[in-house]
Every structure is written in structure tokens, then in C-alpha cells.
Antibody, heavy 122, light 111 residues
């Protein structure tokens, strides 16, 4: 079975930094694009960032552009999200998800992790 | 304000048919991009329910179906069951934003 497991969440002060990790298993990791989606308490889903299988192409939502950085280590089957200059409104559960599809624009998110909670508060 | 608009809530009695709409624009659904639907029970992880507008992943009952037309898409659930009570989200790609977008979500209540 394909599985993804997130880690690295926690409590951080506004302006602080955090690095999230997502360990994948049961798949040829480098063959698949990956993405991060977040969900603020009591709110809906918000796409955050995505990365191609090779890691050469990265994509960001406007709300996090310039503050968050996505990367991957295909030798370790691990996806990362570096969160800098954190704001109170970044408080959310952050999900890692595997993407599927023939072209990037039509990717669906078919395997989700259990999420890791990021709380930004003073 | 979400780029894709969904009704905040829908409801139906057991056995009935309900539909959830997802309205977009010419930069997303209207541009021909696929629409995907996700089901999320309270406190749990989202699950892919429909992909590429009309396809069901293995294990999803055929009571769930998707359609797309012009700038909107719909999720239909027939033979409504109590266990279908959950939040449902549509998702597509938006060329103006150069990224994937979700609808605001619809809470389905089974009466």
C-alpha cells in the first residue's frame, strides 16, 4: 500500500520557522508529483505548494509565495516544506498528498497523509 | 472567497438523490481542466472520491457520480445513506492563479 506520513508540526511564534517532512512508502517516489494542502481550524481545504517528481519544478499559492519552500529528496523518499516568516493565519493542519494524472493541470490528490498541525501563536 | 463556489450545505433523506454544485469560471473549469471531488468526515483525512470529473477510484460505490459542463461541475449521490454525511470539496486548476484550487466545501446532512 502507498503511504505518506507527515511530521515536524508544532507551536511556533509569529515570524518563526518550521520544517515539515513527509515520508512516502510503497511507491516509486520520484515518478510522482507531490503537494501540500492545509486546513485551518473549522475551515476548508487550501492548496499550498506542489513539486514535480524530479524536483525541478515547484509551485506555490500566492498566500505563501516567498515565505514557504518545497523540496524533495528522492533518495530518501521524502518531501519537505520549509515554512518561514510564519503568521497567525498559517495555523492549520498541513497534509502531504501524492498527485496522479497525465498532465500537471489535471492532477488529482489520490493519497493523503494524516496531517501535521502547525500552530502560530505568541 | 473561494475561486470555486459550492453551496455551504445540502441535505436529503435516506434513499434520496442529492447533488452538490461547483461553479467556476473560464480560467478553471471553463478552460477544460478536470474537476476532482473529495470526501472528508469530521476529524479525518480527505479522500479522493471522483477524479477527472467522472471517474471513481477503486472502492468508491457507484452511488457517487460526477459530471461537468461549461464552467461548472456536479457531484451526485443516489440512494443516500447515513454514512454519506460528510464534507465534500471540489478541486480544479486555475490558469490565472497558476495553481490548484478548492471549492469552499459543502456539508451534507442526511435527515
Amino acid at each position: 500500500d502507498v503511504q505518506v506520513v507527515e511530521s515536524g508540526g508544532g507551536l511556533v511564534q509569529p515570524g518563526g520557522s518550521l520544517r515539515l517532512s513527509c515520508a512516502a512508502s510503497g511507491l516509486a517516489f520520484s515518478n510522482f508529483a507531490m503537494t501540500w494542502v492545509r486546513q485551518a481550524p473549522g475551515k476548508g481545504l487550501e492548496w499550498v505548494s506542489g513539486i514535480s517528481g524530479s524536483g525541478r519544478s515547484t509551485f506555490y499559492a500566492d498566500s505563501v509565495k516567498g515565505r514557504f519552500s518545497i523540496s524533495r529528496d528522492n533518495s530518501k523518499n521524502t518531501l519537505y516544506l520549509q515554512l518561514n516568516s510564519l503568521r497567525v493565519e498559517d495555523t492549520a493542519v498541513y497534509y502531504c498528498a501524492k498527485q496522479k494524472g497525465l498532465i500537471r493541470e489535471n492532477y488529482a490528490m489520490d493519497v493523503w497523509g494524516q496531517g501535521t498541525t502547525v500552530t502560530v501563536s505568541s | 472567497q473561494s475561486v470555486l463556489t459550492q453551496p455551504p450545505s445540502v441535505s436529503g433523506a435516506p434513499g434520496q438523490r442529492v447533488t452538490i454544485s461547483c461553479t467556476g469560471s473560464s480560467s478553471n473549469i471553463g478552460a477544460g481542466y478536470d474537476v476532482h471531488w473529495y470526501q472528508q468526515f469530521p476529524g479525518t483525512v480527505p479522500k479522493l472520491l471522483i477524479y477527472a470529473s467522472t471517474n471513481r477510484p477503486s472502492g468508491v460505490p457507484d452511488r457517487f457520480s460526477g459530471s461537468k459542463s461549461d464552467t461548472s461541475a456536479s457531484l451526485a449521490i443516489t440512494g443516500l445513506q447515513a454514512e454519506d454525511e460528510a464534507d465534500y470539496y471540489c478541486q480544479s486548476f486555475d490558469s490565472s492563479l497558476s495553481g490548484w484550487v478548492f471549492g469552499g466545501g459543502t456539508k451534507l446532512t442526511v435527515l
